[in-house]
């Protein structure tokens, strides 16, 4: 039906034609998709935009953060691509964060948003990047968001090129000093973190949005609660499937399953399912999503439903695989770059063929006390066992084998994104898949330092 959209048929998801598409990031299997964008979608992110700010002034008590300008900076430009249609009727593609950008209200454009158009519409990111240090080193910055890669690296670059008498600054507070909020995504800040918050400079606040190519679904509201809002008012209708009824192949049998908000409970692994403004009915998003409380509605992202693993029955989530490897990490100052995990079958020499999970881990060049392999399987198991039952019981019963860890060279992930973009535009590498194919690509890249 989208396709028929595309080709400028009205009527199908929603009245009148549409003429905007945002490509998904495809990160779950490398094969994005176009949905629609409609001018009611766009009052949802308005709306949703404007309730996430307003929690964060609640969550600090105060307004500061209206006094300055707000600095957004993503992995692509804002510039929209036409797509190609048999017909007449121009369509055009960007990515949700590009599409809100264009779509700002004047007053906003005017006084708060950064960079220009100009500047965030340049597609080569590195030319972006130093055209948006050139604009802003000077400018009154209360806020940033966006990638919080892509912040990480402006943040270096800022810093580097930036000089206050004679010192270059320790961090973005040397160069902004009323920089009080830095906006990041849903997705665990993972190495990144740390970085990210020494250099935007103590006392800056991390205000935590849970969006994706559907819509913005989630805000933090709370330092101390675990869980993000749910934009409950802002104009999607939400759903949810419990993961355990989730058969990708068997949807139609799955929606027997499916319950509205007023029925979740706590602790309980949910599919997400969004009937949104842009004509969405029912859509299985392939989010995972727990409530940490039903009084208020606060959520966790787990994951992805296709970015778990459960070759050997474990079902684990890609975020306890990501909470396990900071955990252990964190312990021992370790710090990880980025990391990916697949099943892997090995045949022994008794001729058994024996399975476990295969992690690939870069660390941070110059890390203290380098861990070896083993070292890091056992804790990585130690901690999985804690953060998943179902995995402990199949490790118990010795129906899969301790993970197997290689670590690499600085810069493999980074050599595989390279040539690899199909799978996520936003510059993320998977942190697991059952399919063995990143793991098979990491493979002829790496030449390891130290594993099993």
């Given at each position: 039906?989208?396709?028929?959209?595309?080709?400028?048929e009205?009527?199908?998801?929603?009245?009148?034609?549409?003429?905007?598409?945002?490509?998904?990031?495809?990160?779950?299997?490398?094969?994005?998709?176009?949905?629609?964008i409609?001018?009611?979608?766009?009052?949802?992110?308005?709306?949703?935009i404007?309730?996430?700010?307003?929690?964060?002034?609640?969550r600090?008590g105060?307004?500061?953060?209206?006094?300055?300008?707000?600095?957004?900076?993503?992995h692509?430009s804002?510039?929209?691509?036409?797509l190609?249609?048999?017909?007449?009727?121009?369509?055009?593609?960007?990515?949700?964060?590009?599409?809100?950008?264009?779509?700002?209200?004047?007053?906003?454009?005017?006084?708060?948003?950064?960079?220009?158009?100009?500047?965030?519409?340049?597609?080569d990111?590195?030319?972006?990047?130093?055209?948006?240090?050139?604009?802003?080193?000077?400018?009154?910055?209360?806020?940033?968001?966006?990638?919080?890669?892509?912040?990480?690296?402006?943040?270096?670059?800022?810093?580097?090129?930036?000089?206050?008498?004679?010192?270059?600054?320790?961090?973005?507070?040397?160069?902004?000093?009323?920089?009080?909020?830095?906006?990041?995504?849903?997705?665990?800040?993972?190495?990144?973190?740390?970085?990210?918050?020494?250099?935007?400079?103590?006392?800056?606040?991390f205000?935590?949005?849970?969006?994706?190519?559907?819509?913005?679904?989630?805000?933090?509201?709370?330092?101390?609660?675990?869980?993000?809002?749910?934009?409950?008012?802002?104009?999607?209708f939400?759903?949810f499937?419990?993961?355990?009824?989730?058969?990708?192949?068997?949807?139609?049998?799955?929606?027997?399953?499916?319950?509205?908000?007023?029925?979740?409970?706590?602790?309980?692994?949910?599919?997400l399912?969004?009937?949104?403004?842009?004509?969405?009915?029912?859509?299985?998003?392939?989010d995972?999503?727990?409530?940490?409380?039903?009084?208020?509605?606060?959520?966790?992202?787990?994951?992805?439903?296709?970015?778990?693993?459960?070759?050997?029955?474990?079902?684990?989530?890609?975020?306890?695989?990501?909470?396990?490897?900071?955990?252990?990490?964190?312990?021992?100052?370790?710090?990880?770059?980025?990391?990916?995990?697949?099943?892997?079958?090995?045949?022994?020499?008794?001729?058994?063929t024996?399975?476990?999970?295969?992690?690939?881990?870069?660390?941070?060049?110059?890390?203290?006390?380098?861990?070896?392999?083993?070292?890091?399987?056992?804790?990585?198991?130690?901690?999985?066992?804690?953060?998943?039952?179902?995995?402990?019981?199949q490790?118990?019963e010795?129906?899969?084998?301790?993970?197997?860890?290689r670590?690499?060279?600085?810069?493999?992930f980074?050599?595989?994104?390279?040539?690899?973009?199909?799978?996520d535009?936003?510059?993320?590498?998977?942190?697991?898949?059952?399919?063995?194919?990143?793991?098979?690509?990491?493979?002829?890249?790496?030449?390891f330092?130290?594993?099993?």
């Amino acid at each position: 039906m989208i396709e028929r959209m595309q080709q400028g048929e009205a009527d199908v998801l929603w009245p009148g034609q549409c003429p905007l598409y945002v490509r998904t990031s495809g990160v779950t299997d490398g094969k994005p998709k176009l949905l629609p964008i409609n001018d009611e979608m766009l009052q949802h992110l308005s709306q949703a935009i404007k309730t996430a700010t307003l929690l964060y002034t609640a969550r600090v008590g105060h307004a500061g953060v209206f006094r300055g300008r707000h600095l957004f900076h993503n992995h692509s430009s804002t510039a929209l691509k036409p797509l190609t249609t048999s017909g007449k009727f121009r369509t055009y593609e960007g990515t949700l964060a590009g599409i809100t950008a264009i779509n700002l209200p004047a007053w906003v454009e005017k006084y708060y948003y950064e960079p220009w158009s100009t500047i965030a519409k340049i597609e080569d990111r590195r030319e972006r990047r130093h055209a948006i240090v050139k604009r802003t080193h000077q400018l009154d910055i209360t806020a940033l968001g966006g990638n919080h890669h892509q912040l990480l690296k402006l943040s270096l670059t800022m810093c580097r090129a930036t000089t206050r008498g004679k010192a270059r600054p320790l961090n973005l507070l040397g160069i902004w000093p009323n920089l009080e909020c830095v906006v990041h995504g849903s997705e665990a800040l993972g190495a990144a973190g740390p970085k990210l918050r020494h250099i935007c400079g103590p006392g800056t606040h991390f205000h935590e949005i849970y969006s994706a190519d559907e819509g913005l679904i989630a805000a933090q509201d709370s330092d101390t609660i675990q869980g993000l809002r749910l934009l409950e008012g802002a104009g999607i209708f939400y759903e949810f499937l419990p993961l355990s009824h989730y058969h990708e192949d068997r949807l139609a049998q799955s929606s027997a399953h499916v319950i509205p908000l007023s029925q979740v409970k706590a602790g309980v692994n949910y599919v997400l399912i969004m009937s949104t403004p842009a004509g969405l009915c029912r859509y299985v998003s392939g989010d995972i999503v727990q409530f940490s409380s039903t009084t208020h509605h606060r959520l966790m992202p787990m994951g992805r439903t296709q970015l778990r693993l459960n070759t050997f029955g474990e079902n684990v989530l890609e975020k306890q695989i990501t909470d396990s490897l900071l955990k252990v990490c964190a312990d021992r100052s370790w710090v990880s770059i980025n990391f990916h995990v697949a099943p892997l079958f090995e045949k022994k020499l008794t001729g058994k063929t024996v399975g476990r999970h295969e992690w690939w881990i870069e660390l941070e060049p110059g890390t203290v006390d380098t861990p070896t392999g083993p070292i890091l399987s056992a804790a990585l198991d130690k901690e999985l066992c804690r953060h998943n039952s179902t995995y402990a019981a199949q490790r118990k019963e010795g129906v899969f084998d301790v993970p197997f860890v290689r670590l690499v060279i600085p810069g493999v992930f980074a050599h595989w994104l390279k040539h690899n973009e199909t799978w996520d535009p936003q510059g993320q590498i998977p942190h697991c898949h059952e399919q063995r194919d990143i793991a098979d690509g990491l493979a002829q890249l790496a030449r390891f330092t130290k594993d099993e």
